[in-house]
């Protein structure tokens, strides 16, 4: 069972930007796929990227896309979510999420592990 740490979360000002970090304890990181979600108060969880085992796929919810960058470094097992031109409507906890898939998308019900999540809060 894999564990994971997310941090860098922290209180930014609307249109800075934010790296995200999801550390995992599997020793075979690269044998998961992985995935970041988010949740605000009074609202459903959220897809906001996910990337295959080897980065070769990558997908992002519509509200980030052009502005969120997900990646991973399979050496260091950590995956990233890099924040550009961050909003007030990206507040929210975000969440790391793993499953042994090759690719998991969008699919929430696919990803079998969850890390605690980090809070993102951007000020306008």
């Known amino acids: 069972q894999v564990q994971l740490a997310e941090s860098g979360g922290g209180l930014v000002q609307a249109g800075t930007s934010l790296r995200l970090s999801c550390a995992a304890s599997a020793r075979t990181f690269s044998n998961f796929a992985m995935g970041w979600f988010r949740q605000a108060p009074g609202k459903e969880r959220e897809f906001v990227a996910a990337?295959?085992?080897?980065?070769?796929?990558?997908r992002y919810g519509d509200s980030v896309k052009g502005r969120f960058t997900v990646s991973r470094d399979n050496a260091k097992n950590t995956v990233y979510l890099q924040m550009n031109s961050l909003k007030p409507e990206d507040t929210a906890v975000y969440y790391c999420?793993?499953?042994?898939?090759?690719?998991?998308?969008?699919?929430?019900?696919?990803?079998?592990?969850w890390g605690q999540g980090t809070q993102v809060t951007v000020s306008s």
């Open positions: 990337v295959s085992q080897n980065d070769a796929y990558r």
């Open positions: 999420a793993a499953t042994e898939r090759y690719y998991a998308g969008t699919v929430q019900g696919l990803y079998n592990y």
